[in-house]
């Protein structure tokens, strides 16, 4: 039973252009989500977070948006370049910033330039 | 700035063998995870510890086993390698009660058992 779902497997996006990537959850606990940034061979980083409590947090060029009525939460990259290509994992906690997360299956994003 | 060091990048191990993989924070961090990653699978959780000495099963704690003998230093034991423990081990770490910090990430051991 999948509490976090990423849908997308891949998304291919042109440079300078929008990235939108999305994530679903069923657990009305989770109160903290996070994006992370994977590139191969490498541990993942992390992007950007946002408490339950906001329905939107921006750092940059990355914006994440929560709706906790729909359980959906979406990650936006403005503008797109090339070095954003890469695997984005949703993850999700109901323990706050400490607690244990549960991951998407993630995301391949690819930004063509 | 946070540093969790894995201590081997690439290992290949034999069936039946036991098989120890390291993973050690520098930033006296309470918490310690270990998940592994499989293509279309995403991170799943193993173990985790909240303390010296202490340690939770996760999701899929079949097969392993975890130590933690010193704040700094969080073990996967993996008792008698299977081949389908071959897989992407990552750890993580976070400080622990009244933080924000999320878990930052070691870069992986992709351990391979022929």
């Known amino acids: 039973d999948q509490q976090v779902k990423q849908n997308s497997p891949s998304l291919s996006v042109q440079e300078g252009r929008i990235s939108i990537l999305n994530c679903d959850y069923t657990n009305s606990m989770f109160d903290y989500f996070l994006w992370y940034k994977k590139y191969p061979a490498e541990g993942p980083t992390f992007l950007i977070s946002?408490?339950?409590?906001?329905d939107k947090n921006e750092d940059g060029r990355f914006t994440v948006f929560l709706n906790k009525s729909a359980k959906h939460l979406s990650l936006h990259i403005v503008p797109s370049q090339p070095g954003d290509s890469a695997v984005y994992f949703c993850?999700?906690?109901?323990?706050?910033?400490?607690?244990?997360?549960?991951f998407g299956k993630g995301t391949k994003l690819s930004v063509k330039p | 700035d946070v540093k969790v060091t894995q201590s081997s990048r690439y290992l290949v191990k034999r069936t039946g063998e036991k098989v120890f993989l390291e993973c050690v924070q520098d930033?006296?961090?309470?918490?310690m995870f270990w998940y592994r990653q499989d293509p279309g699978l995403g991170l799943r959780l193993i173990y985790f510890?909240?303390?010296?000495?202490?340690?939770e099963k996760g999701d899929i704690p079949e097969g392993y086993s975890v130590s933690r003998e010193k704040k700094e230093r969080f073990s996967l034991i993996l008792e008698s390698a299977s081949t389908n423990q071959t897989s992407m081990y990552l750890c993580?770490?976070?400080?622990?009660?009244?933080?924000?910090?999320?878990?930052?990430f070691g870069d992986g051991t992709r351990l391979s058992i022929l």
């Open positions: 946002i408490s339950s409590i906001k």
């Open positions: 930033m006296d961090h309470e918490n």
């Open positions: 510890s909240y303390d010296v000495k202490m340690k």
């Open positions: 993850a999700a906690s109901a323990g706050g910033s400490q607690g244990n997360l549960i």
């Open positions: 993580a770490s976070t400080p622990g009660p009244n933080s924000n910090q999320p878990q930052h």
